[in-house]
């Protein structure tokens, strides 16, 4: 693959970010990104199993919704998948991984169809703790603070910001549709999933989520009970699950048929 050359560095909310020329699925689109992060979303392919997951299952005209949008590489390409007859509706809650987002949003002219949120996805509406990983990666901020501080080997402990929260029942309370929910939340999957139920049951979304070992196993209890089926991203049936060990770590959930 060739290397996506990088243009002017530019400043966005004290952030320096340059600009890549898409490659793979993102071709002919722009990214805006931080230094170093060109080699994971630009140089080489981006989780190439969910990008043809979400290909294969997206179609012109979804109603998608991205929780955990990081730097907005799968708003991105689902606002390409759907089209402008579709709409996206992105979540990031971490305040620099949001502010690369809206600029990502607006490079490639796509304001008219994704709805924006610097927002947590929760179980309640308002405010919450957001805790970064001891990992100290941009990618794994959660509202899990168990989750958070899971690794054995302690590290120190990096602040926790109070961020702005929304439950998906309640924002989505009025929608008619809604066709693909792609969820990244690093373990908070626990509390958000289990929550959706009533949504789940009236508008049946397919669910690519990506499940966190253990602390991740209510959201799977809540989509076996919501009538869900589980597939690998292949689209190769899964059986149903009896405890977290037999969950991978990233896997397809589509509504039974009637």
Known sequence: MQAARGTAVRLVGGQRLSRHDGTGALTGMVLLLPKGWEGLYVLNSYEPCVTAALTRIVRRGDICLDAGAHYGYFTLLLARLCG???????FEAQPDNARVVRANVRAN?????VVFEQAAVSASDG??????????GSTEWTIDEGFAHRAPTPSPVRAVMRVPSIALGSYLASANRLDVIKMDIEGAEAEVVPALTALLARLRPTVMLEFHRPVGWPAIEALIDSGYEFEDLNGDALPTPRGSDDVPYQLLARAQRA
């Open 127 to 136: 405010t919450i703790e957001l805790h970064a990983s001891s990992s100290g």
């Open 84 to 90: 402008p007859e579709g709409t996206v509706i992105s």
């Open 109 to 113: 002219g796509l304001a008219a169809n």
